[in-house]
């Protein structure tokens, strides 16, 4: 009697699946806000330019306070003949092509417009006609400009530390360094921008006792400007001041120093806001992962 002996497919049936990395709840969590964020943005950006709106990001101090550096303007397409004196317009000239001003009417006559910034000292030298006017704002949101300039450094900075963390399978290890990536990459996009604590010189005057300069603040904290040899004034974003310097450099140039001015629960809000990359972190890491039976 003839027997078949069963040969075994060695290394087939013990050899465990591949499967993908599991996704965890907060990953999946935070992939639907963002998608669902980015399709309400969209749309509405959509509707916006759809009826003729264009935006802009103000980038001079030139409008003190009513629209600081930093600003994002909305506009939509106006009739001039509707504007009256103290009117806010965003316009282009031939003399500037390329360039978007955003400044206030300080008068109107038979030949058009004539517009100055809140801060500038001389009228504008043009004459604007309705083919010079874009529009008038129907929202200045303060900052969020900031926010609008950083949005490629930001993005570019996301999808290469989540190209580079996906190699980690270990969540806690992935989270934290996508949680660090992301402060670090903000961090670079405060360095090149500059938006927190800037301060403009806008004119410096020279007499027998000494000179006076004339400032604005272009960041979004309050700042203290400390002249050497001077007083010293406190601004918040927009906000014009003076100081007088008596005591100049053996060059002849003057000293001036910004710093944060903020008050105990500015400061609080502000350090708390560093500590959230390192409260997610450790709260990621509290987390028990789920293990399979």
């Known amino acids: ?35 669902a964020v980015a399709a309400v943005l969209l749309t509405a950006a ?6 003729g709106g264009r935006w802009f990001v103000v ?22 003949a509707t504007l009256h004196v103290g009117d806010v317009v965003s316009f282009s000239t ?51 400009g900031w926010l609008f300039r950083a949005a490629p450094i930001l993005l570019i900075g996301t999808l290469l530390i989540w190209t580079l963390t996906s190699a980690f399978t270990d969540r806690v290890t992935r989270t ?19 938006p927190f604590v800037n301060v403009t010189t ?20 309050p700042v203290r400007v400390d002249a050497h040899g001077g007083n010293t004034v406190h601004l918040v974003d927009g906000q014009v001041g003076r100081v007088v310097i008596h005591e100049l450099t053996k060059n002849g140039h003057y000293q001036l120093t910004s710093n944060i001015d903020l008050d105990p629960v500015g400061w609080a809000a502000l350090i708390a806001v560093c500590l959230v990359p390192l409260v997610l972190c450790l709260a990621v890491g509290r987390v028990e992962p789920v293990r399979a039976s």
Request: hydrophobic content about 45%; some cysteine; charged content about 10%.
């Open 176 to 194: 934290c360094l996508r949680i660090a990536g992301g402060a670090l990459t903000t961090s670079y996009a405060a360095f090149v921008l500059k």
């Open 59 to 80: 980038e001079t101090p030139s409008m003190g306070q009513a629209a600081p550096v930093g600003t994002l303007v909305l506009d939509m397409p106006v009739d001039v």
């Open 94 to 144: 031939e003399a500037n092509p390329g360039v978007v001003y955003t400044h206030r009417i300080i008068g109107i006559d038979a030949e058009g417009l004539h517009t100055r910034g809140d801060i500038n000292g001389a009228t504008d030298p043009w004459t604007l006609t309705q083919q010079d006017v874009i529009g008038s704002p129907v929202l200045l949101v303060p900052h969020l």
């Open 1 to 35: 009697m003839s027997q078949t002996a069963a040969i075994p497919l060695s290394g087939t049936l013990d050899r465990p699946l591949l499967r993908g990395r599991a996704t965890s709840r907060s990953e999946t969590v935070l992939a639907w806000t963002v998608a």
């Open 202 to 221: 806008i004119t410096n005057t020279s007499s027998p006792h000494g000179v006076q300069a004339t400032i604005v603040s272009s960041g979004v904290f």
């Open 46 to 51: 959509v509707l916006f330019l759809s009826a």
